[in-house]
């Protein structure tokens, strides 16, 4: 028999628990708080777009029907809005140990007219429950079937212990309702968690209105990130997370070490990755210490007058391009932030033009066109006529048209971004500090200390500590403890500065070709300025700019653009000046962030990857304690070291990462061990 429970109606007709001292929702503010928690908590609408299979939800305390109802609602706007269909199915499978009865569900949503006509469809197929009524589960269908409903009748971890689901997961998001764990604590036990690790699907969201520190704890231990959030309701905070790193995984090495936000951070750097990091953590309300070996930040790679902001995209959606097309929007994003806050900084989102300079680039185009595997807005094909109205010059190549790329002067930004870290009151800097030697330190062996693992640089100032180091250098650190571990090269790069002419002074975007050349900049440092390049010595450690680099700038520009080259005329009496810089490379061309791996304990703990790379190992990556790596930019620092410091970010204060699982590992510096294992190595 189906347990009935005792409900009373408040004067507002808002149904009240008997059983649990409580309200199932507020009249005045349940149907927002709701919406807010469990539909945009759970980023349901986008996430209807980006599944083409079923869509699938589980709740925890189905109770009045107010999430499935509102969650039909937003279903039914998409459908609206989208009448061409490319909506996923969804099914919504929910659980309730003590269902209400019709005439006790009809009752209960009449303060709610403005979900009627949905709440009318519900009731027409809900049973009526009375005492004498014995049902397992309640089933619905809405929408001609694109919706269904399944309300298990048990308590809710037993309920969702019944249902199947293959290895890897059933449920995209979860909407953890219910009475509070303080009015229920029944239903918010290890059980019901371990069912929820059981059932999720690798980035399966969940949504809770409870901030209670074991429900933390539980959704942490079962492979959620966690992010504890400001609301505007009743709830001041809520919590939302991502399963990203599953315990019960079969591939361990991929799982990154879960760690107690630290307090206090120490970076190594001083160019766009370490700025980038210093401002994610100041934001996270993490002191940070950045340590540059030169008198100014910005000196290195990062100290050219104007570097072009795009992705790097391939025909067919790759690894490589997923990556970069998802950092290009999350640059383009945070450094429109900065200048809104008033950290304004010379730039220009003119586009950028990918010229087909030989006959065999056109083809590539063409094909690329084709495929059209990219939206037009980040990248699309222009004839030759439609470049030149867009450069605001004559070209005579067609090619492939960024229209929200652009230019930046790094030295101006990384100066603006450093100024917002500053501005949080959480960032000390301290140049003209050259490492040149880092040593882990471990913690002694009395009880009655409570010391961690932690690190000790030795400078030419003297000897600091770091409790929690992240290290962000370019190439010149390469060759340090620990870091020379990893596969990073260095690669050198010369730029030529030229004067402008009234010949090309109106180019209004970015040209790449094999090289690249940039509109004028707008400060007065490099007023009047193009920047052509750049040259790509590997294996050199020399920043001696050189005139026959130079010479190799202005040639690879003449043989590229002939007809443009000599529209311009320009000699070498035109050039400005000269930058030679080095850039840290890694061998796949994606930059590094995460913790600095232990290879050889990697190398003994997983030696069955060299037999079958499907080898199944639980055991998580060995790391070094509280060493972070974010390096091997390269010369895509611009685009990708925003995305990698919310990554870093998320590392080291436990949060949902900004990825998913597979690119998460494509960045992780433990997968060079882990490939050399593979292809027997090492």
């Given at each position: 028999m189906n347990k009935k429970p005792k409900l009373s109606f408040q004067s507002n007709g808002t149904p009240y628990s008997e059983q649990f001292n409580d309200i199932y929702f507020d009249s005045k503010s349940g149907y927002q708080q709701s919406e807010d928690i469990f539909i945009h908590g759970n980023d349901i609408n986008n996430k209807l777009h980006q599944v083409n299979d079923t869509f699938v939800i589980a709740e925890t305390g189905f109770g009045t029907g107010l999430n499935f109802l509102l969650t039909l609602q937003s279903y039914q706007t998409l459908q609206i809005n989208h009448p061409n269909g490319d909506i996923a199915k969804l099914s919504f499978i929910s659980t309730e140990k003590f269902p209400l009865s019709k005439a006790q569900l009809i009752q209960s949503l009449k303060p709610l007219p403005q979900l009627a006509l949905l709440s009318d469809l519900l009731i027409t197929q809900y049973p009526t429950l009375d005492n004498d009524e014995q049902l397992e589960e309640i089933n619905?269908?809405?929408?001609?079937?694109?919706?269904?409903?399944?309300?298990?009748?048990?308590?809710?971890?037993?309920?969702?212990?019944?249902?199947?689901?293959?290895?890897?997961?059933?449920?995209?998001?979860?909407?953890?309702?219910?009475?509070?764990?303080?009015?229920?604590?029944?239903?918010?036990?290890e059980a019901l968690f371990n069912q929820i690790g059981r059932l999720s699907k690798a980035q399966a969201s969940f949504a809770t209105f409870t901030v209670a520190g074991f429900v933390k704890r539980h959704l942490q231990r079962i492979g959620f990130r966690v992010e504890k959030k400001s609301h505007k309701g009743d709830r001041e905070q809520v919590l939302t997370g991502i399963f990203q790193q599953d315990?019960?995984?079969?591939?361990?090495?991929?799982?990154?070490?879960?760690i107690v936000k630290p307090q206090h951070v120490s970076i190594i750097g001083g160019g766009i990755a370490s700025a980038c990091a210093a401002y994610a953590l100041t934001k996270q309300g993490i002191k940070v210490t950045l340590y540059c070996k030169d008198s100014a930040l910005a000196q290195g790679a990062s100290s050219n007058a104007i570097g072009a902001l795009y992705p790097l995209l391939h025909q067919q959606k790759d690894d490589i391009s997923l990556f970069y097309q998802q950092a290009f929007w999350r640059a383009k994003t945070l450094y429109t932030e900065l200048a809104q806050q008033g950290f304004d900084f010379h730039h220009?989102?003119?586009?950028?033009?990918?010229?087909?300079?030989?006959?065999?680039?056109?083809?590539?185009?063409?094909?690329?066109?084709?495929?059209?595997?990219?939206?037009?807005?980040?990248?699309?094909?222009?004839?030759?006529?439609?470049?030149?109205?867009?450069?605001?010059?004559?070209?005579?190549?067609?090619?492939?048209?960024?229209?929200?790329?652009?230019?930046i002067a790094p030295q101006s930004l990384i100066q603006q971004m450093i100024e917002a870290a500053r501005a949080t009151g959480r960032l000390t800097i301290f140049t003209d500090v050259l490492v040149s030697k880092i040593e882990q330190v471990h913690p002694t062996e009395s009880p009655s200390q409570k010391e961690q693992t932690h690190w000790k640089l030795q400078t030419n100032q003297g000897d600091f500590e770091a409790k929690t180091l992240v290290v962000c250098g370019g190439a010149e650190i390469i060759d340090i403890d620990f870091i020379k571990q990893l596969p990073f090269t260095s690669v050198q790069g010369q730029i030529t500065s030229m004067k402008t002419n009234e010949n090309i002074k109106s180019l209004s975007t970015v040209i790449c070709h094999k090289g690249y050349l940039t509109p004028t900049c707008t400060s007065s440092q490099h007023q009047d300025i193009h920047c052509i390049g750049a040259t790509f010595k590997k294996d050199c450690k020399s920043t001696v700019t050189t005139s026959e680099d130079d010479q190799f700038n202005l040639a690879m520009l003449g043989n590229c653009l002939p007809d443009l080259t000599k529209q311009i005329k320009w000699t070498e009496k035109d050039i400005s000046s000269s930058k030679a810089r080095l850039r840290c490379m890694t061998p796949d061309h994606i930059p590094v962030v995460g913790a600095m791996p232990d290879i050889q304990r990697h190398i003994e703990a997983y030696p069955h990857l060299a037999k079958d790379k499907n080898w199944k190992y639980n055991e998580p990556a060995p790391v070094l304690k509280n060493l972070y790596v974010m390096m091997g930019f390269g010369a895509r620092g611009l685009c990708s070291a925003p995305l990698a410091a919310d990554i870093l970010a998320a590392d080291l204060c436990g949060t949902p990462y900004p990825v998913g699982n597979e690119m998460l590992f494509n960045l992780s510096?433990?997968?060079?061990?882990?490939?050399?294992?593979?292809?027997?190595k090492v």
């Open positions: 619905a269908s809405f929408f001609d079937g694109k919706v269904t409903l399944k309300v298990i009748i048990d308590d809710a971890a037993q309920g969702l212990s019944n249902i199947k689901a293959n290895k890897r997961g059933l449920v995209d998001a979860w909407y953890l309702d219910g009475f509070s764990p303080a009015k229920n604590p029944e239903m918010w036990s315990p019960n995984t079969t591939k361990g090495y991929q799982l990154r070490p879960n220009d989102w003119c586009g950028l033009l990918e010229v087909a300079y030989k006959e065999a680039i056109n083809k590539r185009q063409d094909k690329f066109a084709e495929l059209a595997s990219w939206p037009k807005e980040l990248i699309h094909k222009v004839t030759a006529e439609q470049a030149s109205k867009i450069a605001n010059i004559n070209l005579s190549q067609s090619g492939l048209f960024m229209p929200n790329a652009g230019w510096p433990n997968r060079f061990v882990i490939r050399d294992i593979v292809r027997r």
